[in-house]
């Protein structure tokens, strides 16, 4: 039930192409939604995040799409661009942050 | 822009060994959190600490771990006796009381003989 479901594992897209990551969850007292980027060597820094109140979020190239009843959520990189290649957690609270096992992006030139 | 910070960067022991993780939270943060990643895997949470307590730890820190907040700036991790499997990534978060976000240090790597 603590569990966050994430896929794809990895990614590859072209530069200038939509990379979609997705995520599903049980429990239903989860009741914040962040999305992590982690590039090698350093720590989950917090690209994007939503309340469960809301369907969708963006800001600039990065979007999140909440759908509450099927308890799921998504990340959407617009225009991906090389710099983008990193890996992606997205996560879940509930007191504490569970985490997915992350998307390696590659974003080719 | 603060940030949070941990030392040592890279840490190498003997397995039966004691170590000693420290981080420096974001000055004004309140919750405090230390997390590993294993090579490869996912983020995992360890244990949470608020007002001078653990408010949170999940079933991965067992007696061998011990946190720890000795002044108004450290928060430490201790393992007393590190077996090979506690080789990972550690990470230091912190939050402040009003917003959700958490706050990942750069981690340290510790790695087990």
């Known amino acids: 039930q603590q569990q966050v479901k994430q896929s794809p594992q990895s990614l590859i897209v072209q530069k200038g192409g939509i990379s979609i990551i997705n995520c599903a969850y049980e429990?239903?007292?989860?009741?914040?939604f962040p999305w992590y980027q982690q590039f090698p060597g350093k720590g989950p820094a917090l690209l994007i995040a939503?309340?469960?109140?809301?369907s969708e979020k963006k800001e600039g190239r990065f979007t999140i799409s909440f759908n509450k009843s099927a308890k799921q959520f998504s990340l959407h990189i617009m225009d991906s661009q090389p710099g983008d290649s990193a890996t992606y957690f997205c996560?879940?609270?509930?007191?504490?942050?569970?985490f997915g096992t992350g998307t390696r992006l590659l974003v080719s030139p | 822009e603060p940030e949070v910070t941990q030392t040592p960067s890279h840490q190498v022991t003997q397995m039966g060994q004691e170590v000693i993780l420290r981080c420096v939270p974001i000055?004004?943060?309140?919750?405090f959190y230390w997390y590993r990643q294993i090579l490869g895997q996912k983020v995992e949470f360890l244990v949470s600490?608020?007002?001078?307590?653990?408010?949170?730890k999940s079933e991965i820190f067992d007696d061998q771990f011990s946190v720890e907040r000795p002044d108004g700036s450290n928060f430490t991790l201790k393992i007393r006796s590190t077996k090979l499997e506690d080789s990972a990534m550690y990470f230091c978060?912190?939050?402040?009381?009003?917003?959700?976000?958490?706050?990942f240090g750069p981690g340290t790597r510790l790695t087990v003989l």
């Open positions: 978060a912190s939050k402040g009381l009003i917003y959700n976000e958490q706050f």
């Open positions: 429990n239903t007292a989860f009741d914040y």
């Open positions: 939503i309340r469960p109140d809301v």
């Open positions: 996560a879940a609270r509930f007191q504490k942050l569970v």
């Open positions: 000055s004004n943060h309140l919750y």
């Open positions: 600490f608020y007002n001078n307590e653990i408010s949170e």
